[in-house]
């Protein structure tokens, strides 16, 4: 049984490896998932992603021939540099002990460039509907970029 002075000490600061530095990247992401269509479906704003490959393969390839597990951060309500910083255990735990690629993806209004639609409003696209989708989007480009060797 690991009792919580066992807790501490198996992650101590003075263990953990430094957090990796990111790469900042960003992808033309669709305006509205949901109520577009013909020239307002082709809408696209610049979703900022961060991504560290430091750790991805030390671990082996998974069975699937891939380089290594992919944990996925989803923004906040805020830049997503603040939170690269201080989520130290998916960096410094979970991704050194499972050879994983870090992709962390900044949420629309919270970081530049801001994409607001022409002439304000369209908060209506900061939904959980539309983030999710986001999500779904954004998630195969890293990574395939990134497993046919183009970064």
Same mark, same amino acid.
């Given at each position: 049984?690991?009792?919580?002075?066992?807790?501490?000490?198996?992650?101590?600061?003075?263990?953990?490896?430094?957090?990796?530095?990111?790469?900042?990247?960003?992808?033309?992401?669709?305006?509205?998932?949901?109520?577009?269509?013909?020239?307002?479906?082709?809408?696209?704003?610049?979703?900022?992603?961060?991504?560290?490959?430091?750790?991805?393969?030390?671990?082996?390839?998974?069975?699937?021939?891939?380089?290594?597990?992919?944990?996925?951060?989803?923004?906040?309500?805020?830049?997503?540099?603040?939170?690269?910083?201080?989520?130290?255990?998916?960096?410094?735990?979970?991704?050194?002990?499972?050879?994983?690629?870090?992709?962390?993806?900044?949420?629309?209004?919270?970081?530049?460039?801001?994409?607001?639609?022409?002439?304000?409003?369209?908060?209506?696209?900061?939904?959980?509907?539309?983030?999710?989708?986001? /999500?779904?989007?954004?998630?195969?480009?890293?990574?395939?970029?990134?497993? /046919?060797?183009?970064?």
């Amino acid at each position: 049984m690991l009792h919580a002075h066992h807790y501490a000490l198996a992650f101590a600061p003075s263990t953990l490896p430094p957090v990796p530095a990111y790469e900042t990247h960003y992808y033309p992401q669709v305006v509205d998932h949901f109520h577009g269509d013909g020239q307002e479906a082709a809408r696209k704003w610049p979703q900022r992603y961060l991504y560290a490959d430091t750790y991805w393969g030390s671990r082996g390839a998974l069975s699937n021939g891939c380089k290594g597990p992919i944990l996925f951060y989803t923004g906040n309500e805020g830049p997503i540099p603040a939170f690269w910083g201080s989520n130290g255990f998916m960096q410094q735990v979970l991704a050194p002990k499972l050879g994983a690629l870090l992709v962390f993806a900044e949420e629309r209004y919270y970081g530049p460039p801001h994409a607001q639609p022409e002439g304000g409003g369209g908060f209506h696209f900061l939904s959980t509907e539309q983030a999710r989708r986001r /999500s779904c989007h954004l998630n195969p480009s890293p990574t395939s970029e990134l497993l /046919s060797g183009r970064f």
